[in-house]
């Protein structure tokens, strides 16, 4: 579903934050990026989409080239990826459904889009979308009435409209009480199975890491310390990984 080789990201002035990362991602797999603040987690994913431009290397998501891509085969290519970002990325005077629409500007025109005018199928499809995250009978209200818990769930339920096969999670549950922790990585989990879609999520807490993920990558300095199971992320691979020094 994810294919990256040779992955590397520098950023302005000459800050190495990924460092020749290669990484298959099948389908259905719920990956989680581990690695403590600065390991390069934040600017792998948004790379996987091109909202950072790669140095070097390649991308392809379920199929489709992502660097070199032009911008109209940009566009088709994300589609398929959907991103759920830290800080929720509402429009905060917009409705609920509003804000979960958006999850279908790239399949509508742009001028209809602009007026708020969506296909019939396209606000059912919404509604649901909600539904699955329980928040359909909040449709109406403001977002910026929401707690930061249903902000997050009303990002995930717009991740869902935009009918993914990926789904990037930037450390979904940063902004978020610790007690809210657990609901959003549910909802996040219980997608990932009923749905079959290929989740990559980073998290800096190790303890929800272990908890949810069927996969862990854990990132240091930019590079893959470690790739496997989470049973198999021993004391001395989480010391490193969360050792002193990183710089990116």
Request: charged share 25%; proline share 5%.
């Amino acid at each position: 579903m994810i294919e990256v080789r040779g992955l590397r990201v520098v950023l302005p002035p000459d800050t190495v934050a990924v460092d020749g990362v290669d990484l298959l991602v099948n389908a259905g797999e719920f990956v989680v990026i581990l690695g403590r603040s600065g390991a390069g987690k934040t600017t792998f994913l948004r790379a996987l989409n091109r909202l950072v431009e790669p140095t070097a290397g390649t991308i392809r998501v379920a199929g489709r080239a992502v660097t070199g891509a032009g911008r109209g085969e940009l566009r088709e290519a994300r589609r398929r990826i959907a991103v759920i970002f830290q800080q929720f990325n509402l429009v905060r005077r917009a409705s609920v459904q509003e804000n979960v629409l958006a999850g279908r500007l790239g399949y509508v025109r742009a001028l209809p889009s602009v007026l708020g005018r969506f296909p019939p199928d396209d606000r059912a499809l919404a509604l649901e979308c909600l539904a699955q995250v329980g928040l359909a009978h909040l449709a109406e209200r403001r977002a910026d009435t929401l707690s930061g818990g249903e902000q997050q769930r009303v990002a995930i339920a717009r991740a869902l409209a935009q009918s993914p096969d990926v789904i990037l999670a930037d450390e979904p549950t940063a902004s978020l009480d610790p007690q809210l922790t657990s609901s959003i990585m549910d909802i996040l989990r219980r997608i990932n199975v009923e749905r079959r879609l290929t989740l990559v999520v980073s998290q800096h807490q190790l303890e929800t890491a272990l908890a949810y993920a069927t996969r862990i990558v854990g990132f240091r300095r930019g590079r893959v310390g470690f790739d496997g199971p989470p049973s198999a992320l021993s004391p001395a691979v989480i010391a490193a990984i969360y050792g002193d020094g990183d710089a990116a």
